[in-house]
T-cell receptor, first 116, second 113 residues
Framework: DAGVIQSPRHEVTEMGQEVTLRCKPISGHDYLFWYRQTMMRGLELLIYFNNNVPIDDSGMPEDRFSAKMPNASFSTLKIQPSEPRDSAVYFC??????????????FGPGTRLTVL | GDSVTQMEGPVTLSEEACLTINCTYTATGYPSLFWYVQYPGEGLQLLLKATKADDKGSNKGFEATYRKETTSFHLEKGSVQVSDSAVYFCALSDRNNNNDMRFGAGTRLTVKP
């Protein structure tokens, strides 16, 4: 398996623009997570899905952030409009609750977002 | 709620020195415990895990023992290498809590030749 795939790997945009980050989880995994990592705040869970349904979005910072999972193999995290304080590395992770009796998460390589 | 507290960094060691990164946890249930490692420019990777009390996780010369009596899961390595330079995250997951995983703040390790 190719692991969790994220695109783009790097994104530079200007304040006010819409940004869409993409994630393809590991095939067969039923949980998908979006995290944000910054020097100041560390690793923060934004939202997670189970079987394509959002379960907990309490970590989503503002209404400017939205996430969707239209099917088991694809998810997006959208920021509209983007602001400089959104600059961070965004990670997607997936796991399988059915296969394992512990909840190891597999992380993608991340998208480094810079908002100018 | 469940949480993890780990030793603040950064930690700088010389090659072949001994490493200990402390991690303690608070949980209401029976969590599984993990150490993840993040190399520069990459995502987090699972380093080792333990699913019940007294279990010892080990990988790449690293070890950690699940101590329920002290609610700890300290990461240890007897002889570090330059290639071990990375950020290390302690984490817990309560399998009864919707797969929610809680990460510590991370500890940056730099190993000098």
């Amino acid at each position: 398996d190719a692991g969790v795939i994220q695109s783009p790997r790097h994104e530079v945009t200007e304040m006010g623009q819409e940004v869409t980050l993409r994630c393809k989880p590991i095939s067969g995994h039923d949980y998908l997570f979006w995290y944000r990592q910054t020097m100041m705040r560390g690793l923060e869970l934004l939202i997670y899905f189970n079987n394509n349904v959002p379960i907990d979005d309490s970590g989503m910072p503002e209404d400017r952030f939205s996430a969707k999972m239209p099917n088991a193999s694809f998810s997006t995290l959208k920021i509209q409009p983007s602001e400089p304080r959104d600059s961070a590395v965004y990670f997607c992770a997936s796991s399988s609750h059915r296969v394992m009796n512990y909840n190891e998460q597999f992380f993608g390589p991340g998208t480094r977002l810079t908002v100018l | 709620g469940d949480s993890v507290t780990q030793m603040e960094g950064p930690v700088t060691l010389s090659e072949e020195a001994c490493l200990t990164i402390n991690c303690t946890y608070t949980a209401t249930g029976y969590p599984s415990l993990f150490w993840y490692v993040q190399y520069p420019g990459e995502g987090l990777q699972l380093l080792l895990k333990a699913t019940k009390a007294d279990d010892k996780g080990s990988n790449k010369g690293f070890e950690a023992t699940y101590r329920k009596e002290t609610t700890s899961f300290h990461l240890e390595k007897g002889s570090v290498q330059v290639s071990d330079s990375a950020v290390y995250f302690c984490a817990l997951s309560d399998r009864n809590n919707n797969n929610d995983m809680r990460f510590g703040a991370g500890t940056r390790l730099t190993v000098k030749p």
